[in-house]
């Protein structure tokens, strides 16, 4: 996919999305393009989270981390249930636990519109998701789509194409600002704390986030 394809399938999406009223809308967004059908999310792998995180829960959180939002090394011998111990294991083999810690300092600032760069990011947006209906998910996938969403007819070739190879906003954190700004003026905020609305516009652009991203394979990667 070459560079003006790349843009005029962001441009055909957006369009979708601007028109969507309803889950049902987004979701058929998915299946106007074989391209976005064919990156979409897995949802076996992925399925809906069906709960959002309490202010109780995120303060009980918030007792589990140091001041540099690292778990406490001794909580692997505080846990008690076995989806606790099975879930923590299965984070410390990946080396995610630091990933933890970014979700739940997110989980605190449900709401920000302020925010500062540093590591983390998309972990820390999707701690904020957890705790607040009208927050989107965010990911590298779905923050490409947007910036390449907002450049400019006339955008350089060279940064078109950098922001298809783009894989982290931790030192670029306004295009979630930005993100989160354009979702609360294009939409109302009863549009927003509907049930999966969010969540699903965040599902058609990771897939379109992935399908224009450049990789370094042949294939979806080639630049014509």
Same mark, same amino acid.
């Given at each position: 996919?070459?560079? /003006?394809?790349?843009? !005029? $399938?962001? &441009?055909?999406?957006?369009?979708e999305?601007?028109?969507? *009223?309803?889950?049902?809308?987004?979701?058929?967004?998915?299946?106007?393009? /074989?391209? $976005?059908?064919?990156?979409?999310?897995?949802?076996?792998?992925?399925?809906?989270? @069906?709960?959002?995180?309490?202010?109780?829960?995120?303060?009980?959180?918030?007792?589990?981390? *140091?001041?540099?939002?690292?778990?406490?090394?001794?909580?692997?011998?505080?846990? &008690?249930?076995?989806? &606790? !111990?099975? #879930?923590?294991?299965?984070?410390?083999?990946?080396?995610?636990?630091?990933?933890?810690?970014?979700? =739940?300092?997110?989980?605190t *600032?449900? +709401?920000?519109?302020?925010?500062?760069n540093?590591?983390?990011?998309?972990?820390?947006?999707?701690?904020r998701?957890?705790? +607040? /209906?009208? @927050? /989107?998910?965010?990911?590298?996938?779905?923050?490409?789509?947007?910036? #390449?969403?907002?450049?400019?007819?006339?955008?350089?070739?060279?940064?078109?194409?950098?922001?298809?190879?783009? =894989?982290?906003?931790?030192?670029?954190?306004?295009?979630? @600002?930005?993100?989160?700004?354009w979702?609360? +003026?294009?939409?109302? @905020?009863? !549009?927003?704390? &509907?049930?999966?609305?969010?969540?699903?516009?965040?599902?058609?652009?990771?897939?379109l986030?992935?399908?224009?991203? =450049?990789t370094?394979?042949?294939?979806? +990667?080639?630049? *014509?």
């Amino acid at each position: 996919m070459n560079n /003006p394809q790349a843009l !005029k $399938l962001v &441009e055909t999406t957006f369009t979708e999305i601007l028109k969507a *009223d309803t889950v049902s809308d987004l979701k058929k967004i998915l299946s106007i393009d /074989p391209r $976005l059908e064919k990156w979409q999310m897995d949802r076996d792998k992925y399925p809906e989270l @069906e709960f959002k995180l309490s202010a109780h829960d995120i303060s009980t959180l918030m007792t589990k981390v *140091d001041e540099n939002l690292r778990l406490h090394a001794d909580l692997s011998a505080k846990l &008690e249930t076995p989806l &606790e !111990k099975l #879930l923590y294991a299965l984070a410390w083999k990946n080396g995610d636990l630091q990933k933890v810690g970014h979700i =739940i300092k997110g989980a605190t *600032d449900v +709401g920000a519109t302020s925010l500062s760069n540093g590591p983390g990011q998309v972990f820390r947006q999707f701690g904020r998701y957890l705790a +607040g /209906p009208k @927050e /989107p998910i965010v990911d590298q996938h779905v923050l490409r789509a947007f910036e #390449l969403y907002k450049q400019p007819n006339d955008a350089p070739p060279a940064k078109v194409s950098a922001i298809r190879k783009k =894989i982290s906003w931790d030192g670029d954190v306004v295009w979630i @600002e930005r993100y989160k700004n354009w979702l609360a +003026g294009q939409f109302t @905020e009863d !549009k927003r704390s &509907e049930p999966g609305f969010v969540v699903n516009i965040d599902m058609v652009l990771f897939a379109l986030g992935r399908a224009v991203k =450049i990789t370094r394979t042949r294939g979806n +990667g080639e630049e *014509d």
